[in-house]
């Protein structure tokens, strides 16, 4: 079984500046890594994911994370935040191609202010 | 028009009511999830369905039933309302395996309930 846990619940960080949310996860088994955002009254949507190859995965909106397997982590990194990049930021975890679970951390709230 | 939607959006309901969230999906996934969201633990997955024919618990059963009416279509209902099931409830789709995507998941917009 997988688990995974978001080092910060909370992330205040100013416009333009630099963010980096922490993701550690514990498996057995190879894993396939994502990183979901939730925007204010709304549903999650997928930022990135890490299948495979490249251990350094670009995203949407200018998100990228790094997969470290020595170090079971997939931290979110964006080097310049814009307020709308308020949000809840969920990691997740599934366990291989055929495993049908998704576990996800408890999220990471990111508040930007001007 | 969005790929899965959830309906009602926001539910008010008291305890002991039965009460019937549903999920419709227009990217013929074969695969559809319920999980409940609550402040400080994420998503928790209530059941699971891999067809229409195979309907499984998730972690967080207890207190829940579900529907798979269609391919499409995949509801779950709370038979007698209890105020700590009051959470954001997700539902949400995926391909089965092999199709290269790792099981990622799509989701809804989400249905708020909420139990008086």
């Known amino acids: 079984a997988q688990s995974v846990t978001q080092l910060d619940s909370q992330v205040p960080v100013f416009e333009e500046a630099p963010v980096e949310l922490r993701c550690n996860y514990s498996?057995?088994?190879?894993?396939?890594l994502f990183w979901y955002v939730q925007y204010p009254n709304q549903g999650l949507q997928l930022l990135l994911k890490?299948?495979?190859?490249?251990?350094l995965v670009k995203g949407i909106n200018g998100f990228e994370a790094e997969f470290n397997k020595s170090q079971t982590s997939f931290h979110l990194r964006k080097p310049s935040v814009h307020i709308s990049d308020t949000a809840e930021y969920f990691c997740?975890?599934?366990?291989?191609?055929?495993?049908?679970?998704?576990?996800f951390g408890a999220g990471t709230t990111v508040t930007v202010r001007a | 028009d969005a790929d899965v939607t959830q309906t009602p959006r926001n539910r008010i309901t008291k305890t002991g009511k039965r009460i019937m969230l549903e999920c419709s999906q227009t990217?013929?996934?074969?695969?559809m999830y319920w999980y409940r969201q609550d402040p400080g633990l994420g998503l928790r997955l209530i059941y699971y369905?891999?067809?229409?024919?195979?309907?499984n618990k998730g972690e967080i059963s207890d207190g829940y039933s579900v529907s798979r009416q269609a391919q499409a279509k995949f509801s779950l209902s709370l038979e007698s309302a209890i105020p700590n099931q009051t959470a954001l409830y997700f539902c949400?789709?995926?391909?089965?395996?092999?199709?290269?995507?790792?099981?990622?998941?799509?989701f809804g917009p989400g249905t708020r309930l909420t139990v008086l």
């Open positions: 949400a789709t995926s391909d089965s395996p092999g199709r290269g995507r790792g099981n990622e998941q799509f």
């Open positions: 990217k013929g996934h074969d695969r």
């Open positions: 369905s891999f067809d229409v024919k195979d309907i």
């Open positions: 498996s057995s088994v190879s894993v396939y």
């Open positions: 997740a975890v599934s366990g291989g191609s055929n495993d049908y679970k998704l576990s």
């Open positions: 890490y299948l495979s190859g490249s251990t």
